[in-house]
């Protein structure tokens, strides 16, 4: 039947990509191997939490350390002090809450009617964050473990602390998670994505082969570029956050770029990103035009020129600006060259304007908005 073969080939299909990231957290760094150790990390501290709090000092309800613990093994050394503390206060509120209320009124199930919807409210407070729910989870397991007392109560909450201990201990001592690598890859992606746009409006300016499909299918990939640059800004922010805290941040920090490299890298990609959608944006609207009046063959390769400069301008900064401490002076030196070639190209596409499109103003008014995007363009590169 067709719903057997469509699970069929999920199954198969599922089954093939956990292979996959297997066989990549096998083979070396990367996101796989980060989550696989991630995942090793949490199962640890839990064993560990069970270990002191359930087999050796057998409380009642030892799984509360194992299970926060499980929790605060973050992404992020920092997520998990963060987390940590807005966790254990939401949980010391919920409980104290709950023990008092059960106290005064003798009622497990009049106290669960009552404290419930004053603790889940109580969760939405800005203060606690992500972890304000757990204020409800507090209460629930002092209403639902048996008899509530101060000595059951304070046992919940000192399980807690020591789970929570546990996990952040373990997060931040056994390979703290850092996260510049996914930074510099996005950086990388987005950069080559950049240049693979400007080198295929290149080519088909330079070839004529191009019309009003084919240029709109370069103006979308350049949209698609803000995208990926928001991307790339987020990778960087958990590349920062994973180095506060982080007992290895020193040793971090001399293999990879500085954070205002990072910054200025992605700055940079952003203008890349909007003028490169503004070139496309105008190939599109000349498109028609060009079937009225057809530039010179010598404008249309003087500018694919420049997009073919710009393009390798681009993959030179990343490689020159991302070095940790600037040591590569190769790439500095020819991203230098580059700048000179871009510069060189953008002046010959500026002469060849004038007489390229004579008699038309309106061909005239096109051209001359690519030359002010190439201006644009040029003028974010530079800054060397």
């Known amino acids: 039947m067709e719903w057997v073969r469509r699970a069929t080939q999920q199954v198969r299909h599922r089954t ?26 949490a199962a640890l ?45 939401a949980i010391a509120v919920g409980t104290v809450i709950a023990t008092v209320v059960a106290l005064l ?101 330079a070839t004529g082969e191009w019309d009003g499909h084919v240029a709109r299918d370069w103006h979308e990939r350049a949209l698609r570029l803000s995208r990926l640059v928001d991307r790339t800004r987020s990778a960087i922010g958990w590349g920062h956050e994973s180095m506060r805290v982080n007992p290895g941040a020193r040793r971090e920090r001399t293999s990879h770029p500085s954070a205002e490299a990072y910054a200025d890298a992605v700055l940079v990609l952003d203008h ?20 009225a009046v057809p530039p010179t063959a010598g404008l249309t390769r003087a500018y694919a020129r420049f997009l073919r400069h710009t393009a390798h301008t681009i993959g030179l900064y990343g490689r020159s600006r991302l070095d940790p401490e600037g040591r590569d002076g190769s790439a500095v030196e020819r ?29 005239l008014v096109i051209y001359g908005t690519l030359l002010a995007q190439a201006h644009r363009l040029t003028d974010q590169l530079v800054k060397v």
Not at 24 to 38: H, I, K, L, N, T
Not at 105 to 124: E, H, I, K, W
Not at 187 to 201: H, N, P, R, S
Request: proline share 5%; aromatic share 8%.
């Open 105 to 205: 009124l003798g009622s497990t199930m009049v106290t669960m009617a009552l404290v419930l919807p004053a603790v889940l409210l109580l969760g939405q407070w800005q203060r606690l964050g992500s972890q304000g729910i757990y204020a409800a989870t507090g209460a629930l397991f002092v209403l639902t473990g048996g008899q509530v007392t101060v000595t059951s109560a304070a046992a919940r909450i000192a399980e807690a602390v020591f789970g929570a201990l546990v996990g952040v201990v373990v997060n931040a001592l056994i390979r703290p998670p850092v996260y510049w690598r996914d930074a510099r890859s996005a950086l990388d992606y987005t950069a080559g994505e950049a240049q693979e746009i400007l080198t295929a409006v290149a080519d088909g300016l």
């Open 335 to 363: 991203l230098r060259e580059a700048v000179g070639e871009l510069h060189g190209t953008l002046e010959a596409f500026r002469r060849q304007l004038p007489r390229g499109v004579p008699d038309d103003p309106n061909a």
């Open 272 to 291: 890349v990103a909007v003028h490169t959608a503004g070139v496309t944006r105008t190939v599109c609207e000349a498109a028609d035009s060009v079937k």
């Open 45 to 89: 501290a839990a064993w560990v939490a069970w270990a002191v709090v359930g087999w050796w000092l057998q409380a009642p309800m030892a799984f509360v350390a194992p299970w926060v613990a499980v929790l605060l093994v973050e992404s992020t050394v920092y997520r998990s002090v963060a987390h940590g503390l807005q966790q254990l206060a």
């Open 16 to 41: 093939a990509a956990a292979v996959l990231a297997v066989r990549r957290a096998w083979a070396g760094p990367g996101p796989e191997r980060d989550m696989a150790v991630q995942a090793g990390k």
